[in-house]
């Protein structure tokens, strides 16, 4: 099946100050698809979300959502056009309710059909549901990350950017977000992963990028980095 | 594109349960509200233009609490507000203007249009940042109202004419009082209404997580600037009350010492809290008043007071009355 890229980066450069982190990225991705950004810490996989999300602005190059230049623009901006993120540590409010966090940016900004309500909301994440009078800060942290996950569904994103989902999870909650995760793949929802369980992410993700050192090292499917143990080892300490 | 303003409330937002405690307001405002009626009899005349000048600061805290408590923009600049809108009327009496209502919107005008130039500057620093610019912002205008001898100068500037309140300057001697109760009402209802509005969550979301609101799609300069300009504009107003309550302006108003005590009444009151404001003006000045009648040395208990509030209340005094309130 054919997809049109949803998200373009040319050229990427980007850093902090005058310690450049990003060497010329170039990658797409593909409405309806799940991407995996992958590699060691400090190889530079935060700074591009980071630069995705207008949280960092790029040095050089062009990053295009949708076919608009978003590169130079502010991140309450780039998130109404459709993108949202999972943070790394959940950032939930300690003063809304479960309730309140997602009614309170509930919006289908960009006309999705069959738009994220709270019933499908609850579906997905039936212990939302149960925990729905909690406040955000009376959660544990498999409940967190669902309701981070959950609110972030909630604007109806045409992307969605998840960093650092499963980390500090139990096995048990770790096995609910891949099943979410498996769910909204099976919708449709375009994604953009960043997490190091990586023999996870070959069953999910339909395709991979390695960066190592601020490049892009290899790019593929799940099919050829499954096959490709070397690469693990390699690029992944695995 | 959506805005902060289509967006739907979060259910339960401005719902507040009924219980007698809600009467309280009520029953504050009556009793406010005949104070100059029973005062005389009791010999109390003089606390009728000390109430008066409680009102006018609680406008000004209410208005700070807004921006420090709910949007935790910590400004050490909010007397230079006050202060423009005091010189506003001070400008208009000058101009030949007599009517009250007119010196006190243009007030409110002119100190919002220096709170949006102010704010558009300083709300692109943060912490401890927007502080000083915001304290240095509020000196210039200080220097400013040194520098201008037609209003005064470092001696300051007596209104000899009080302004009129059209048709209600009849209808009782203390009319003024009851004007200055009733636009107090009106702030605080309004600040507290805005405070559960969609604009009042985002404002503490802000507050609380400024890059996750972004993340969400939140305009956060934009809505700071809105808060900013408000909490200025209705400081305007405040100062413009104060004013017509002295008859005199001078540039005290607005020094840099002014903005702390202010901050430190609303610290005692409780930041973020929506008696916090009122709260921690009635504690501070009536202490004051009370203090002043026994030592010179009023500023020492005060300060033991601080000591106490930061020990027993941290959060400020309106903590120790307040039911959980989860959306503040």
Known sequence: MKHEALLSCRGLEAGYGASQVLFGLDFDIHAGEVLTLLGRNGMGKSTTIKTLIGGLRAKKGEIRFGGKPIHGARADAIARLGVAIVPEGRQCFPNLTVREHLLAFADNRNGLRDAWTLDRLYGLFPRLKERAGNMGNQLSGGEQQMLAIARALSTNPRLLILDEATEGLAPVIRDEIWRCLDQLKAVGQTTLVVDKYVEKLVLLADRHIILERGRIAWTGSSVELDSDRGLWTRYLGV | ?328
Do not use: C
Request: charged share 10%.
């Open chain 2, 1 to 328: 594109m959506s805005s902060v303003a289509t967006l739907p409330l979060p259910a339960g937002a401005g719902a507040r349960p009924r219980s007698a405690a809600s009467l309280l307001p009520w029953v504050v405002l009556a009793v406010l509200a005949a104070f100059p009626l029973i005062a005389p009899a009791f010999g109390l005349e003089y606390y009728i233009g000390f109430v008066r000048r409680l009102l006018i600061v609680m406008i000004a805290a209410t208005s700070l609490n807004f921006i420090l408590g709910y949007g935790g923009m910590v400004a050490l600049g909010h007397a230079g507000f006050v202060g423009v809108g005091a010189y506003t009327v001070v400008a208009m009496v000058e101009a030949g203007v007599g009517s009250a209502w007119a010196a006190w919107g243009m007030a409110i005008v002119i100190s919002a249009v220096f709170a949006a130039a102010i704010g558009a500057v300083s709300l692109r620093a943060r912490g401890v940042y927007f502080l000083m610019i915001t304290l240095a912002f509020a000196q210039m205008l200080y220097y400013l109202a040194v520098s201008l001898r037609t209003y005064g100068g470092d001696d300051g500037y007596g209104i000899y004419t009080p302004l009129s309140l059209g048709g209600l300057d009849g209808l009782h001697a203390d009319i003024f009082y009851w004007v200055v109760l009733a636009l107090a009402a009106l702030v605080f209802a309004f600040s507290s209404r805005v405070a559960v509005s969609r604009f009042g969550h985002a404002l503490m979301g802000i507050r609380d997580n400024e890059t996750r609101m972004a993340a969400m799609g939140y305009p956060v300069y934009r809505i700071k600037l809105v808060a900013f300009t408000g909490a200025g504009a209705v400081a305007g107003l405040a100062g413009a009350l104060l004013a017509s309550h002295n008859n005199f302006v001078s540039p005290s108003l607005m020094h840099w010492t002014e903005s702390a005590t202010l901050l430190v009444m609303v610290a005692i009151g409780g930041m973020g809290k929506r008696w916090g404001g009122p709260l921690g003006v009635a504690i501070w000045l009536t202490l004051a008043e009370v203090l002043k009648l026994y030592t010179e040395y009023w500023h020492w208990p005060i300060g033991l007071m601080l000591i106490l509030v930061v020990f027993f209340a941290p959060k400020g005094v309106a903590t120790l009355f307040e039911r959980k309130e989860k959306t503040q």
